[in-house]
């Protein structure tokens, strides 16, 4: 198909600016170098024809080395610049992340939510995205698309990154679930200084015919022509057919990885690689096309210009203070005062799991953007624990569904799916799971909010069924708190019976924040020993709890003559300090207060618990080192020094490496209420 002279004229200029910029930064390196950048020297023509395309309803998720895309989407050099440079005014996200880690939310653009620089890791938000329109067109009647022509998704990586294992699980569920997204594979034959045949058993076309549904298109993306012609054709269909593409462009690296990864140091391909240059093949284009060669050099003279005053202006521009280092962490929440009735009158006591059941059923039966996926949530089993039994058939399988067994994607496609209005609610089914979801944790869903500079919340519910229960074994029995409380940005909580469970989850439902809900298993459907207190009154269904209140589950006056306790913990330890303090016939001597939520965390209730009683336990089901539970014992310690009458002490569980699969072991492994009654008596006798 022949293209106008207008779109070739359009696509010169955003080759040039990409091409000008590059030279700029390696005229003045030392200068613009102080913070790492790549450019898209080499690729510009490819990224030039795909952001031409695009639509303000469609979302885009460039990578790094993306600046052609972004200028062809309506971005300018300054705008740029001001990134390079990590100035305040820096659009995407205020100097707080690379160049080219774009995140924007302008009307009249593609939206492009947060991402990290993680390689191949945006292809799962990416896909969320597109899963997220999937699940909107199927319930038309709740989201209307306001738009003429259907949104897409575009997810830009290199060909060295589609060798992530998540990468392939995007894949999967954009074959499995036909969602409408172009995963646009930028090759260039090189990782940083590995090359394809040292790492890559098939390019990326060839890799796309494992994944059925999924059609794959190989093209030379230094051609503009053929570039722009098939993402045209395929764009175009995606909108019409609502199904996944990927298109392989060949192109040449002509700039240094990084800039602090230079060509010199490792390139042997620097004359082959030149020889496939874009630019000289777009403007021989043009010249065919009617262009002289006056009119060109015009065009490239004007946007030197513009671009050497852009930089003079963004070396000026302000860089951030020290005070703008503590926004946008968390996006406001308007959730902060407990509200509707926990114990209505007349009800009958249920267990915990229950409470968790009637929350999320309430939760979608009032709101249409509310969805629950994980595995085996499904219809047939409605999760392992019975956590979502009947949910599947009560909304129906495309808002109840099974996921692959892809930890990784359930808990990343949350940032896409949240990026287009829903409200995802999913699960890993054992805490021992979570690890390989750790990395969209922590790069995507926890920082999108504030590396996007307040853009981009995630507004998410990751339930996590945790704890040691009825020799469960290595394997599906481990306490993981502290690794999750160590990534920012996350709320979480950690209930001890059904009602908190219950006002909790309702809580995390409105707050904009990315939530984290520890469920102990143990505690289910209470029937390990001691744990009745974990059943409780079905709360009405405007019942919320806010996150950062603690609660005095045991409250004792100050004393002047006696030794006094302050139990600090969370979870299944209530129930064991409750236990303890009843066996020993302390409830008059001994305060318990249970956390509810590891973060945010009341601090307030803790110190004012501990210095009126003066000595203080942390009891926790953790092992005892290096933990969560240690770091709160230290803050206690040092905040309440002067009221102590002895050391902050600590129980948790023993120091070894998992927990074992015979229930002998595992006893001698976790704390009881036994052990906690011990170590009670080692506090007061101090």
């Known amino acids: 198909m022949n293209i106008s002279k207008d779109i070739l004229k359009k696509a010169f200029k955003n080759l040039v600016t990409a091409k000008a910029m590059t030279e700029i930064y390696e005229e003045n390196f030392k200068i613009v170098s102080k913070y790492v950048h790549a450019t898209s020297r080499g690729h510009e023509v490819i990224q030039t024809a795909v952001g031409m395309q695009l639509l303000p309803q469609d979302y885009a998720f460039p990578y790094y080395r993306d600046d052609s895309m972004l200028l062809a989407i309506g971005m300018n050099p300054y705008e740029l610049m001001l990134q390079v440079l990590a100035k305040k005014d820096d659009p995407f996200s205020g100097g707080r992340t690379y160049y080219s880690h774009p995140s924007l939310k302008d009307d009249d653009k593609p939206k492009i939510p947060h991402q990290s620089s993680a390689t191949g890791m945006q292809a799962i938000p990416a896909t969320g995205v597109a899963m997220g329109f999937w699940y909107k067109e199927s319930f038309k009647a709740e989201f209307k698309n306001e738009t003429s022509e259907s949104p897409i998704v575009v997810c ?37 200084s590995a090359n394809a045949a040292e790492t890559r058993a098939q390019n990326a076309f060839e890799y796309a015919a494992g994944f059925h549904g999924l059609e794959a298109v190989s093209i030379d993306g230094t051609d503009f022509e053929e570039s722009y012609n098939t993402i045209q054709d395929v764009i175009s269909k995606i909108r019409e057919e609502r199904r996944p593409f990927l298109v392989h462009a060949k192109v040449p690296l002509l700039n240094h990885h990084t800039s602090g990864v230079r060509m010199e140091f490792y390139r042997d391909d620097l004359d082959e690689a030149r020889s496939r240059d874009p630019y000289p093949k777009l403007k021989k284009l043009l010249l065919k096309n009617g262009f002289s060669e006056k009119e060109l050099q015009e065009i490239e003279i004007e946007i030197k210009t513009e671009i050497e005053k852009s930089l003079e202006k963004a070396l000026k521009a302000e860089d951030p203070k020290p005070g703008d280092l503590f926004t946008h962490d968390f996006a406001p929440t308007t959730i902060t005062e407990e509200v509707g009735e926990r114990s209505p009158k007349g009800g009958e006591k249920v267990v915990m799991v229950d409470c968790a059941l009637f929350a999320i059923e309430e939760l979608m039966a009032k709101h249409p953007e509310c969805l629950l996926y994980g595995q085996d949530v499904g219809g047939r089993l409605g999760g392992v624990f019975r956590e979502a039994a009947t949910l599947a058939q009560k909304f129906g399988d495309n808002r109840v569904f099974n996921t692959p067994i892809q930890e990784a994607f359930i808990v990343g496609s949350t940032v896409g799916m949240s990026a287009v209005g829903l409200k995802p609610i999913v699960e890993v089914q054992f805490a021992d799971y979570i690890w390989p979801g750790l990395n969209q944790l922590f790069t995507e869903v926890s920082r999108s909010c504030y590396l996007s500079n307040g853009k981009w919340p995630v507004s998410m519910i990751l339930r996590v069924p945790i704890g040691a229960y009825g020799s469960g074994g290595p394997y599906h029995s481990s306490s993981v708190e502290s690794v999750v409380t160590n990534i920012r940005g996350l709320k979480i909580a950690y209930p001890s019976n059904g009602a908190d469970l219950k006002g909790l989850m309702k809580a995390a439902y409105y707050d904009p924040n990315p939530v984290v809900i520890f469920e102990h298993k143990g505690l289910y459907w209470s029937k390990v020993k001691g744990t009745k207190g974990a059943t409780s009154l079905m709360p009405d269904a405007d019942y919320i709890l806010p996150f950062g209140k603690a609660w005095v589950l045991q409250e004792i006056w100050k004393q002047e003559e ?99 699969l015979n229930s002998t072991l595992e006893e001698t492994m976790i704390p009881s209420t036994e052990k906690v009654k011990q170590k009670i008596l080692e506090v007061l006798s101090y």
Request: hydrophobic share 40%.
């Open 156 to 192: 830009s990586l290199g060909d060295a990154s589609v060798t992530e294992g998540e990468v392939a699980e995007a894949f999967q569920m954009a074959a499995l679930k036909q969602l409408p997204i172009l995963y646009l594979v930028q090759d260039n034959g090189w990782d940083i």
């Open 562 to 660: 006696e030794e006094t306790l302050s139990i600090i913990t969370y979870g299944m330890g209530v129930h064991w300090a409750m236990n303890a303090s009843e066996e020993l016939g302390m409830q008059d001597k001994i305060e318990v207060v249970d956390l509810r939520t590891l973060h945010p965390l009341d601090y307030d209730t803790v110190f004012k618990s501990v210095k009126k009683c003066g000595k203080c336990l942390v009891v926790t089901e953790e092992p005892s080192e290096n933990g969560f539970s240690r770091g709160l014992q230290g803050k206690i310690q040092e905040e309440c020094f002067q009221q102590l009458d002895a050391p902050v002490m600590l129980i948790g569980s023993e120091n070894m490496p998992a927990i074992p």
